[in-house]
C-alpha cells in the first residue's frame, strides 16, 4: 500500500472515530460520567480507572469508549485487535457507535483482516439506527 493512500485511510479513520467519540457520552452507570470527565480532560488513566470495570461488566457503551481508548492509544498501549474486542462487545449488544467504529476496523483492516463487505455490515447495522457517520459513510463509499 502506497504511503500516501495509508495516510489518507488513517485520516479517514481517525475523523470518524474523533466524531463517534464526540457524540457518545450517554451516562448509563454510576462512573462513567466520571470516566467521560476525566477523559475530555486527557486524564487517561482516571478514565481507564472508570471505564474499564463498567466495560468488563457489560455496559456497551463503556465498551466502546474503552475500544476507542485502545484504537487510539489514550492511555493504554495501542492495540488495534483489543480495540476489536470491545467494539465487537458493545456492537454484539446493539450500540451503534461500537458498530460504526468496528465497520471503520473492517475497512482500514486495523485488528481484523481487511474486509470492505464485513465494513459495509457494520455501517449498515449503525446506519440503521440513524447513526449519521455511518449513513454518511456508506453514502460516500457506495456512490
Known sequence: MKSAERNSKMKWRYLIAFIAAISMAKPVFAGFDEGIAAYKKNDYAVALLELKPLAT?????????????????????????????????????????????????????????????????????????????????LGVRLN
Not at 471503520?104 to 457494520?122: L, T
Open 57 to 137: 461488566a457489560g455496559n456497551p457503551t463503556a465498551q466502546s469508549f474503552l475500544g476507542f481508548m485502545f484504537a487510539n492509544g489514550h492511555g493504554v498501549q495501542q492495540d488495534f485487535k483489543e480495540a476489536v474486542k470491545w467494539f465487537r462487545l458493545s456492537a454484539a449488544q446493539g450500540d451503534a457507535d461500537a458498530q460504526l467504529k468496528l465497520g471503520v476496523s473492517y475497512h482500514s483492516g486495523e485488528g481484523v483482516p481487511q474486509d470492505y463487505k464485513e465494513a459495509v455490515k457494520w455501517f449498515r447495522l449503525a446506519a440503521a439506527q440513524g447513526g449519521a457517520i455511518a449513513q454518511f459513510v
